[in-house]
């Protein structure tokens, strides 16, 4: 039997998803929700939900000690274009949570940490396409500054102290259960919403703006192949670079317009365009592939017809 789990920010985009496949899979009660809030029927109805607040040590240690919790998945956090307005909440947020669950597992109070990296770890002078493991990475932005940092301590934890973290660095993430957190791919799941009630949408990324998505289930797969892959595998102790599919604004129109022909798409850049711009285009993932069986299984096509049928 799988030792208990918790899984913090439990009711973001990607906990929603990742608690109900983890609950599925090892049982509804072995699978601890939380969040600072509550989230939907299907999470809250489906097994055992705590209010807990990612920054409070004492909080989070009372919780792992009460259920015998044995992992950690951390979701919280601050995303892209929400971290740019609050910079210092961002920071706190995202470096305060990293730190206390690194230093429950540091004194051997969880055996294993799953945190999410992200391609925002990259820069304008990272280059653009199948864009390395290892690289340059400057990131611009407070998020990635924030997810970069993170990284380096995760390696400097399972170094120093023999934490067993795991970690990819997330592409945009296209689902359909929840919607996106304040992230600068948000558009590629807006459009199908749009494209389903008004039949058209207004994009704030330009005409030509290339990035890396992913569609959910691939992405719940990869963490939960990563996480219980044998610790030798994971030769990388940072983060993972994962992909499967790139494309522009026009592109997933197009392919929207497969279905519903009627569909059109305008453009109105805003602040999140200078985010866009400053991150890779396509991602190298032979490291994960190689080490761990990595493989993505959704194309953008496939994506469409999953988001469509849903969403309808
Ligand atoms: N969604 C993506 O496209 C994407 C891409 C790359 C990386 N990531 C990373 O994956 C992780 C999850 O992202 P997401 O898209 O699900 O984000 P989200 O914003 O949808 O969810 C985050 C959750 O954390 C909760 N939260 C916020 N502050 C908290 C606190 N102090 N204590 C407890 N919970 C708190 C929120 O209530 C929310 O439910 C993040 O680390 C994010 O940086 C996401």
């Known amino acids: ?7 913090i920010g439990a009711c973001g985009q990607i906990g929603t998803e990742l608690t109900m496949e983890l609950r599925e899979k090892y049982g509804n009660e072995r699978v601890i929700a939380s969040d600072i809030r ?5 999470l809250m109805g489906s097994g055992p939900f705590e209010l807990l607040d990612a920054t409070n040590y004492a909080a ?5 000690m009460h259920y015998e919790i044995d992992e950690i998945y951390l979701m919280a956090a601050m995303l892209s274009a929400t971290a740019e307005k609050f910079p210092m909440r961002a920071w706190n947020l995202n ?7 690194l230093n429950l597992a540091k004194e051997s ?3 294993k940490i799953f945190w999410p990296s992200s391609i925002a770890v990259f820069g304008p002078n990272t280059p653009k396409e199948d864009t390395a493991q290892s690289t340059i990475m400057e990131p611009s932005t407070v998020y990635g500054i924030s997810k970069q940092s993170g990284e380096r301590w995760c390696e ?3 170094k120093k102290y023999g934490v067993d973290v795991r970690s990819v660095r997330y592409p945009g993430l296209i689902s359909w259960k929840t919607m996106p957190g304040g992230g600068t791919t948000d558009y590629a799941v807006e459009i199908y919403h749009e494209a389903l009630k008004k039949g058209h949408y207004e994009s704030f990324l330009a005409k030509g703006t290339k990035l890396p998505m992913m569609y959910m289930d691939d992405a719940i797969r990869a963490t939960i192949d990563l996480m219980e892959s044998p610790s030798e595998k994971i030769k990388v102790r940072s983060s993972y670079n994962l992909a499967s599919m ?10 929207i317009q497969n279905h519903i022909p009627d569909f059109t798409i305008s453009y109105a850049p805003d602040f999140r365009q200078q985010i866009a711009d400053s991150w890779p ?3 190298d993932d032979s490291a994960a592939k190689a080490q761990w069986g990595w493989e993505p299984k959704f194309n953008l096509d496939q994506t469409t017809l999953e988001m469509l049928n849903n969403l309808k």
């Open 246 to 255: 790139s494309f522009t604004p026009e592109e997933i129109a197009e392919s």
């Open 1 to 7: 039997m799988h030792r208990p789990i918790l899984i």
């Open 38 to 42: 509550e989230g939907g029927d299907t």
């Open 281 to 283: 285009s396509s991602i």
């Open 60 to 64: 989070i240690e009372d919780v792992v």
């Open 109 to 111: 109070k969880i055996s």
């Open 95 to 101: 470096m305060s949570s990293l730190f206390n669950v």
């Open 156 to 158: 400097y934890y399972f």
